[in-house]
């Protein structure tokens, strides 16, 4: 289905298998090369773990992102390095890991957010429908509009509600129909019921719950294509984050989406895949790595890396 | 024993009173001083609000409330009115600040949005320098460069591509006038607002601009959409404060607007403020009634400039209660 992977072609001799290679920490690294290298032909023993297998949630399903090789870093120091993982169309996709892993760094630079940050630098690909999302002439804030953002603390504007969800279709121009499009929004959000006789109140008197489910709202206004969500529901209560995680399972059937979520219980009970990432200290430094990436049963269930059973099973992280 | 320490602890019992009252006394005299600073502040300000009515009550008593309106001046025939200077400061004072706030705000977006952290910290202190050039050089600067300049380039070039406007009339002899005391007060008042605007831009919450960005706002429309809404009432307010600036002035506007005694509706023609007239007249004042009508002049300076105060803070207030509220 998907289009023919440009960075297969020219790229140099090590990175034509590196990026098919799971396990990042360089020792390894070197032997699943060849191990790879060696298994060519027969996909299923290649390298280190299951991310690569196509599951049967995988299989015959658009990836909307396939990411190659991608490594971050904020100046000299290198926050995530040889991240490779593809996202599926309307599936969630959780990343979970321990704090400082590079996680929000990921996500973010799905979309281009971290473009503003000084000394932030990328290295790898990032193709969105197979294309490069940081190639010249990439429009990115076309990019973000179309891949949604709503970030760990609820940011709504300091505007009445309409307001909020109305923002970004009128800045876009999007304004036939715009009560309409408010009310499926905020109805795609489950929050219309609780806000449709005050819509003109200040976004500021909601709930956090309710700031947040805005936020998703504002978000899908728009109708973008895929929503990354960072930790949403880290600030909420645990009735605000049911509605939350209810709300993404009926979200998932229109969009794609990506959440970064601290909490295990919430990955293995809305995700579909989940990725893990790890802090990787091996050469002084630490930097955030892809250990394992899999369907979520499997990996809560059976990981094949010993990393990630600790982790799941709150051994450690 | 196990009362809390801080009751009865370890220290022997007249040891711990010495610490007590001495910590009692320090306190008491701290207390009496800050008061009395503040006392002071207030008594001051009562003082000089009784000395500029008291001043000004045979004036007041004489001309009554005619004496805003009344535009003559003329001390050597006992004709005083106030008209001609309250227009003066009207225009100059509004003319400063059509042009401050725009530079004013542009500056601070400039460097608080847009300027690289390097050129920030070097442009940054020099817009404050710039308020900090006393006003009398600000003066000598208007008559001796910024007049000529006026008088040869900008004033013809005004009047001949504008000049249908009566304010853009024919230029003037000097370069001293209307328009370069409002100039001269622009300048003063730019540093204010860049100032505070750059400081409330700042201020704009992060996570606002990244909300909005991610909603596949360009910079510009960040910048319009929610920076500049979300600093607007401090912006006024610090219009307002400017505005209190430039009402006040009276050293440098005294030097450049030609100190003259009628009302002109052109920029280009001389006038007079408020205060540049008292700056100007109080000195060589030879009889009561004219000092009277200067202190007059005062108090009327007086309740402008506290009711351009009172609308900056009334302004900042209820921007903050506003958003307190919200929460
Ligand atoms: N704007 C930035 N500038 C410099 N370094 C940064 C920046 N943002 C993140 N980092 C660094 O990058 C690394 C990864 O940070 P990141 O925020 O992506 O981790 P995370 O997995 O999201 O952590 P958490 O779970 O605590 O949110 C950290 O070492 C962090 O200090
Ligand atoms: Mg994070």
Redesign the interface.
């Known amino acids: 289905m998907r289009p023919p992977d440009p960075s297969e072609m020219p790229a140099t001799g090590a990175s034509n298998v590196r990026p098919r290679v799971r396990i990042q920490t360089p020792a390894l690294a070197h032997e699943a090369a060849q191990a790879a290298a060696n298994a060519r032909p027969t996909d299923a023993l290649r390298g280190s773990p299951r991310g690569e297998q196509d599951s049967a949630l995988t299989v015959g399903r658009e990836a909307i992102f396939d990411v190659q090789d991608l490594s971050v870093s904020y100046g000299s120091s290198q926050a995530i390095s040889g991240v490779t993982l593809q996202i599926h169309r309307n599936l969630i996709t959780a990343i979970i890991g321990p704090s400082g892993c590079g996680k929000t760094t990921f996500i973010r630079s799905l979309n281009r957010m971290n473009d503003s940050v000084p000394g932030f630098t990328i290295d790898g690909k990032i193709l969105y429908h197979g294309h490069d999302i940081y190639d010249r002439g990439v429009d990115r804030v076309e990019v973000r509009r179309r891949i949604g953002m709503v970030f760990q603390r609820p940011n709504p504007f300091p505007k009445s509600i309409y307001d909020n969800v109305a923002w970004a279709p009128r800045n876009l121009k999007m304004k036939s129909g715009l009560d309409e499009r408010v009310e499926r929004a905020l109805r795609g959000a489950a929050l219309w019921d609780e806000v449709k006789d005050r819509l003109k109140d200040s976004a500021l008197g909601l709930s956090g719950g309710q700031q947040q489910r805005l936020c998703i709202a504002r978000a899908i206004a728009i109708q973008p294509d895929v929503l990354l969500l960072d930790e949403p529901a880290s600030a909420l209560d645990p009735i605000a984050t049911a509605a939350i995680e209810e709300l993404m399972q009926t979200l998932k059937n229109r969009y794609t989406i990506v959440i970064v979520t601290h909490n295990m219980q919430q990955a293995a009970r809305v995700a579909d895949r989940t990725a893990f990432f790890n802090l990787d200290a091996s050469d002084g430094r630490r930097t955030g790595v892809l250990v394992e990436y899999g369907d979520t049963d499997v990996m809560f269930t059976r990981p094949a890396d010993t990393r990630t059973s600790d982790y799941v099973t709150g051994r450690f992280g | 024993m196990n009362a809390p320490i801080g009751l009865t602890g370890t220290l022997p019992g007249d040891a711990r009173s010495r610490v007590r009252s001495a910590d009692r006394i320090g306190d008491g005299v701290l207390y009496g001083l800050c008061m009395l600073a503040s006392l002071l502040a207030v008594v001051t300000l009562g003082a000089i609000a009784y000395k500029v009515i008291d001043g000004a009550s045979a004036s007041i008593s004489q001309f009554g409330l005619g004496f805003l309106t009344h535009s003559a001046w003329r001390p050597n025939f006992g004709i005083f009115g106030a008209g001609t200077f309250l227009y003066g400061t009207a225009v100059t004072s509004f003319a400063a600040l059509l042009l401050a706030v725009p530079l004013g705000i542009s500056i601070g977006l400039y460097l608080s949005m847009m300027a690289s952290r390097r050129v920030r910290g070097v442009i940054g202190p020099l817009v404050e320098m710039l308020a900090a050039i006393p006003s009398v050089i600000l003066g000598f600067w208007g008559i001796l460069v910024f007049g000529p300049f006026l008088q040869a380039h900008l004033e013809p070039f005004l009047h001949r591509t504008l000049g249908f406007l009566p304010i853009f009339g024919a230029p003037s002899s000097t370069g001293s006038g209307l328009f370069n005391a409002s100039l001269i007060l622009t300048i003063m008042v730019v540093p204010i607002i860049a100032s505070l605007s750059r400081d409330l831009f700042l201020a704009v919450?992060q996570?606002?601009q990244?909300?909005?960005?991610?909603?596949?706002?360009?910079r510009w429309?960040v910048l319009r959409?929610?920076v500049l809404p979300?600093a607007a009432s401090g912006v006024a307010a610090a219009a307002f404060l400017g505005l209190g600036r430039a009402l006040g002035e009276a050293i440098a506007v005294t030097q450049v607007i030609g100190a003259g005694d009628f009302i002109h509706v052109s920029l280009f023609q001389t006038g007079d403020t408020l205060a540049s007239r008292i700056a100007d007249q109080y000195q060589g004042a030879a009889t009561p009634q004219l000092v009277a009508s200067l202190f007059y002049l005062g108090l009327i300076l007086m309740v402008i400039g506290l009711i351009a105060n009172i609308a900056a803070q009334w302004i900042a207030r209820r921007f903050d209660v506003g958003?307190v509220a919200?929460?």
């Open positions: 919450p996570e606002l990244e909300g909005a960005t991610a909603l596949g706002a360009t429309e959409g929610v979300s958003r919200a929460r």
